[in-house]
């Protein structure tokens, strides 16, 4: 780990030593993985509701009138569809096709959109856009970097909206899903939008660092009769990882495309205009694709997979695990791997190298869990 001193914290660092948690190194920032245990808290979230600090993650606006024409010329996702309110999941890509970031675009009422990007790619993100501002489509475009002064909460699981009423009174107006609404809480605004990483219904909230530690803390006495958990990197890992969302860094990367991902319905290669990488989208989509992301689970008990663990066909290796776990809510080990298009449909059976030794594994179809009404489990 590297030094403490040298990473960042989130302005609700004194919360988590508080509150117990054990702090980790994170994408350079300094962050809490657990406080009562992984499993704990994942089932709080399956259950009841958890809270995750996501301050570190990046806040970026972009208002003009001309902002649909701009980000729809940066992103792959058709921003034109989003009416004031909405939200979307997009990428932004090189032009190679690869995934530079995964992100989450707000439209704002007044011609402004907020994007929610994620933490270690700031810098680049921030910088990706700076230069695309100098091309003739950014004239007109105004452009702001928030991150360094909001702060975020995840509240996430059956009851979180339960509990935002609680802390909010009658007049709050509750979003729908992929919503943002905005609303005041001890005279301070707090944007909530209706999304989340953990395959649950829940809230992302976003607020000035100033109140971050007060409404931290008013939340969790809010959400104390409801079940509410203060929850770490470690439980948002497994959570995301049953319901197969990918990890920017991992299961995307500037070397892999949205469609070998498979995320093709958050590309739109039919909208007006370009963005870097289309072309060789379409090409790969007329062509079809050589590897995919496919979810696989394991066949016997043992140690759990893990990202850069080869899969085998025989004596052949055809993909590479990319992330990987044991999974509280089903019991048995988890993960998601790049294999070969003709081993990637369901019910495949290869085998994974666990430290020397070969244990088998199969295809299965995404994702390994979704919530009907309350949380249930879908069986591959």
């Known amino acids: 780990m590297s030094d403490p ?17 054990r702090l980790v190194e994170f994408g350079g920032w300094l962050m809490p993985v657990q406080y009562s245990g992984i499993v704990d808290e ?14 570190h993650m990046g806040e970026f606006f972009v208002s003009s009138t001309f902002g649909k024409s701009f980000l729809n ?34 439209r704002l009422p007044d011609d402004q959109y907020f994007l929610v990007v994620n933490a270690s790619k700031i810098d680049e993100d921030r910088t990706w856009i700076e230069e695309k501002l100098k091309l003739p489509g950014g004239v007109g475009i105004f452009f702001s970097d928030r991150s360094s002064f909001y702060s975020a909460l995840a509240l996430q699981g059956p009851k979180a909206l339960e509990i935002a009423r609680a802390l909010f009174g009658p007049g709050w107006p509750e979003p729908k ?19 989340g990483y953990t395959g649950e219904d829940g809230l992302e909230l976003f607020f000035a660092n100033e109140i971050a530690e007060n409404f931290f803390f008013a939340l969790l ?34 070397k892999r495309t949205p469609l070998e991902a498979g995320l093709g ?7 007006e205009g370009d963005f870097p990488g289309k072309a060789v989208l ?12 496919v979810a696989f689970r394991a066949k016997e008990k043992g140690p759990p997979p893990r990202p850069h663990y080869p899969l085998f066909l025989g004596d052949a ?32 059976t290869l085998e994974l190298e666990v430290r020397g030794n070969r244990v088998p594994v199969e295809v299965v179809k995404k994702p390994f869990y979704k919530r009907v009404s309350r949380a249930s489990i879908s069986t591959p």
């Open 177 to 195: 899903r992929n919503e943002i609404t905005s609303y005041s809480w001890n005279c301070q605004p707090i944007l909530a939008a209706r999304t």
């Open 42 to 55: 994942h089932k709080a979230v399956r259950e009841a509701a958890g809270v995750f600090d996501i301050s």
């Open 265 to 271: 319905s958050f590309v739109s290669l039919t909208k």
């Open 317 to 348: 290796q055809v993909g590479e695990a990319t992330s990987g776990a044991p999974s509280p809510t089903l019991g048995y080990g988890i993960g998601l791997a790049y294999v070969r298009a003709d081993q990637s449909e369901p019910g495949t």
């Open 282 to 293: 379409q090409k790969q989509k007329s062509e079809g694709i050589k590897e995919k992301l």
């Open 221 to 254: 006495e809010a959400g104390k009769p409801f079940g509410l958990k203060p929850c770490g990197l470690g439980a948002r890992d497994t959570l995301r990882l049953e319901a197969c969302l990918p990890l920017n860094g991992n299961d995307l990367s500037d």
């Open 73 to 106: 010329g940066l992103l792959t996702n058709d921003v034109g569809k989003l009416a004031a309110g909405q939200g979307q999941y997009t990428l932004v890509l090189n032009e190679q096709g690869g995934v530079i970031d995964d992100l989450i675009i707000y």
């Open 5 to 21: 001193a040298t990473l960042q914290k989130t302005a609700l660092f004194s919360a988590h030593q508080k509150l117990g948690a």
